[in-house]
């Protein structure tokens, strides 16, 4: 993506490391944080790859793994803000732009819908560090704290996003920050506390089925996002989003983890899903391109 000399977000902050132990907020603790993300995502999957792959991208906050019940402020030291926070490489200085492109775009459409859009707060961490939702840790990877409505982002996360899952380039970076975004525009809009007030008393199954509603409606505004940066995008870039969805849809992450593809287990959607919503909100360019997903909850 062209962004050049584009504006980095001042909505920005960097953690120091260590902050907040090995506890994950809603249960579990210690140095099992990986087996209990594991347990808790319900997934049934083993592999430490796998495990990354379901917890972080673009899956915000999945079942069990953060409480956003728990909110309070994070109590890790915060050791920087704006363009403090956003200076020390080129991944936070990038994911501060897309960040503000994010700002700029659904400003521009909550507008156009008569209401106010207050963005999120991106908060850098490296390895460890605190939420609203209880610890921070870099196997998460990127999430998005409904309670204190910030999004966490260790950014060495970016590397495994190429090496591992074979899916590099700056749009399935910047991919990754605008699901979260969507998350966050869920809970100005009312959608996060319908889906959790639909959760409760469902039966697992049913639960799973109603967060891959939500976890698409995300990828689907994603897309949403990408429509309004058309003019900074390169050739292949809408492409490497593509390949990012596809190569960590539930099914292919079961499929190689464990052979079997079991649909009752799935918390985001399959490859084919979670590409047909990025391309939906890609080429809609509205919200409502991506209502259905959530409608009737």
């Known amino acids: 993506m062209r962004f050049g000399g584009r504006r980095e977000s001042d909505n920005v902050e960097s953690q120091s490391g260590g902050g907040g132990g090995f506890g994950l907020g809603g249960g579990g603790g210690g140095g099992a944080g990986l087996l209990i993300g594991l347990v808790f995502s319900r997934f049934g999957i083993v592999g430490v790859l796998v495990v990354v792959g379901l ?7 999945p079942l069990g793994l953060v409480d956003p019940q728990q909110g309070g402020a994070p109590s890790a030291n915060v050791e920087a803000r704006g363009s403090g926070a956003c200076a ?59 309670s204190d409505r910030r999004i966490y982002l260790d950014t060495s996360f970016f590397n495994e996003l190429a090496q591992q899952f074979g899916a590099p380039g700056d749009f399935a970076q910047a991919y990754v920050v605008a699901h979260e975004v969507g998350h966050h525009v869920q809970t100005l809009t009312g959608i996060e506390e319908r889906v959790r007030r639909a959760q409760s008393g469902a039966s697992e199954a049913q639960s799973n089925a109603i967060q891959v509603r939500m976890e698409l409606q995300a990828d689907c505004y994603a897309g949403v996002w990408a429509s309004g940066e058309q003019s900074a995008m390169e050739a292949g870039d809408f492409e490497e989003g593509m390949r990012a969805a596809a ?20 918390t985001h959607g399959t490859s084919a899903q979670r590409q047909e919503a990025l391309t939906r ?8 391109a991506c209502a259905s997903y959530t409608e009737g909850l």
Not at 55 to 61: A, K, V
Not at 283 to 288: K, L, M, S
């Open 55 to 61: 917890m972080w991208f673009l899956g915000g906050n």
């Open 88 to 146: 020390t490489d080129p991944a936070r200085r990038f994911s501060c732009q897309v960040l503000a492109s994010t700002e700029d775009r659904w400003t521009s459409l909550f507008r156009a819908q008569g209401t106010n859009y207050t963005p999120p707060v991106l908060v850098f961490y490296p390895g460890r560090g605190q939420s609203g939702c209880g610890a921070a840790q870099s196997a998460m990877g990127p999430f998005y704290c409904p």
């Open 247 to 266: 190569s960590i849809g539930d099914d292919t992450l079961q499929r190689a983890s464990q052979g079997v593809v079991v649909p009752e287990n799935f």
């Open 281 to 288: 909100g890609y080429r809609g360019g509205t919200p409502q």
